[in-house]
């Protein structure tokens, strides 16, 4: 008679705040007991290894719906394969709108889509382009009953961005349903204005993409849109930030006592501007918003998450193909910067890209990593039962070699995308053995999981969010509008 399901035995055990010898015993998908010695089950041998909670991937965009049909070219399944292949269970996505439409629609297409295609767990945020009465009043109740309880809101590119009047209505709807908003934060018109010129110049390679959007712009939007949540009295998080400058908006802010967290990417560690300053079009490989920057500032991004002002790290992963007609040249290759797509893929890299540089490269401690890239997003988009090493939390578990060295390639990434920007980059540690909820899915990068097994998470309402009650003149707007 098994005490357990699966015994991990013999691993280094490590949380956002210990590391210690321990064995995890796993029941019906989650964990009974983390003990020295446990007996009775399968064993699933750990000896040599770290064992990590699951990566939790706070900000992937997977089969976004695109606008006039079609959808980004990474699938459920497919993305299902990279996150597991680089030792992340859990993922939260993106349901979209399209100006002019509704958003209950598209979030029933997609956690179809979803539930056909998962292997990993979902949670989605929801995103908001046209935040008119009857979605602001009548469909999101709906989607957060539905459990959605994250809001996204892009201050810039065409066709998605609020003006500051719409933001503030996004902000209310949050404060008054219990949600979170994420915010892409650069200034529309600065980026508008300088796109013009440049390109009235004669400068429309890729490397202009960084010209267009320098880090002012992102600290710009980073201050107005701290600023504005802080009226409304609304947790917001800022998404990829990319230079010292915005986190340095987020550590007054914090310091202060309002409730706005910090997330970065991997990108703004290992690439920068010049990267899009290669022959031809190749630059379109390293093309993302906000832009890569330069060495100095990634130094100023790792003092930032040691000052914990940054406490989420997720991939952003928006994958564009490189060949082809639908993804980067969309628009054909001659395309000046301001028509080529904005992102890269990056799912599978994201683990050991940030070990390398972080806990490898002695910038961080590997509790440190945990937290980074588990925990703290599983806190701070309401995922309970992840992100954790502790019984009663989902058994998602990441067997980590720290010291296995691995050249990045394509191939390495398991995603439909047709090349990873990290491509011949060297990285130490790497996860040998991806375990999701009791179940091994992955072993030496071989992925095993049915399309449809991975679980929506529906996320119900949690404090860390709350509001702080802090308002100007104690008057409550956003329970009026
Ligand atoms: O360039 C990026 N980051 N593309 C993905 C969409 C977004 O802005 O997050
Ligand atoms: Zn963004
Ligand atoms: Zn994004």
Known sequence: MSDYDLIVRGGTVVT???????????????????????EAGPVLDAGGLMVLPGGV????????????????????STGSVSALAGGTTSLVSFSTQFKGGGVLEQLAEYRRRAATGAMVDYAFHQIITDPTDTVIHDELPQVVAS??????????????RLDDRQYLAVLSAARRLGCLVTVHCENYDAIAWRSAALLADGRAAPKYHAWSRPSIVEREATHRAIALAELV????????????????????AQARGVKVWGETCPQYFVLSGSDMDRPGFEGAKFMCSPSPRDAAASAGLWQAIRQHTLEVVSSDHSGHCFEGTKGKR??????????????????AARLPLLWSEGVASGRISASDFVRLTATQPARLFGLAAKGRIAPGADADLVLWDPTRRTRLTNAT???AIDYTPYEGMEVTGWPVVTV?????????????????SGRYIAVPAYDFIKPRGVLPDGFDAAALS
């Open 16 to 38: 956002a705040s210990d590391q210690f010898r321990a064995d995890i015993g796993i029941r019906d998908g989650r964990i009974f007991a983390v003990a020295e010695r446990l």
């Open 57 to 76: 991937d706070s900000h992937c965009h997977i089969e976004q719906p695109r606008p006039g049909g079609g959808s980004d070219e990474e699938s459920f």
């Open 147 to 160: 459990g959605v309880r994250s809001l996204k809101v892009f201050l810039t590119y065409d066709g998605v």
């Open 233 to 252: 009295d609304t947790p917001i998080e800022i998404f990829h930030v990319s230079c010292p400058e915005a986190a340095e908006e987020i550590a007054r």
């Open 330 to 347: 969309i628009a054909g290759t001659d395309a000046p910067f301001t028509k080529i797509p904005n992102g890269i893929p990056g799912l």
């Open 413 to 415: 990434m398991q995603h």
């Open 436 to 452: 999701r909820r009791g179940e091994v899915v992955m072993r030496d990068g071989v992925v095993q999981a049915q399309p449809g």
